[in-house]
């Protein structure tokens, strides 16, 4: 799904590559590669790697 929308004929908000803060971005992130390596109820949550 994409960020476009329509209004009057114009296309609004088409790409969302500027929108957020990238260090909070970030910080969330690797909160969450944390989170799966270190909470056995996280990891319990994804799917097995394939090698």
């Known amino acids: 799904m994409g960020s476009k ?3 009057n ?3 609004k908000g088409h ?3 500027k929108n957020g803060n ?3 971005a ?3 992130m ?3 590669n944390f989170a ?3 909470d056995p109820r996280i990891k319990a ?4 790697k394939e090698v």
């Open 15 to 17: 790409g969302n590559t």
């Open 26 to 28: 970030c910080a969330y």
């Open 45 to 48: 949550l994804l799917p097995e």
């Open 5 to 7: 929308r329509i209004s």
């Open 9 to 11: 004929g114009k296309t």
């Open 36 to 38: 799966v390596r270190y």
């Open 22 to 24: 990238k260090y909070l």
């Open 30 to 32: 690797e909160a969450a």
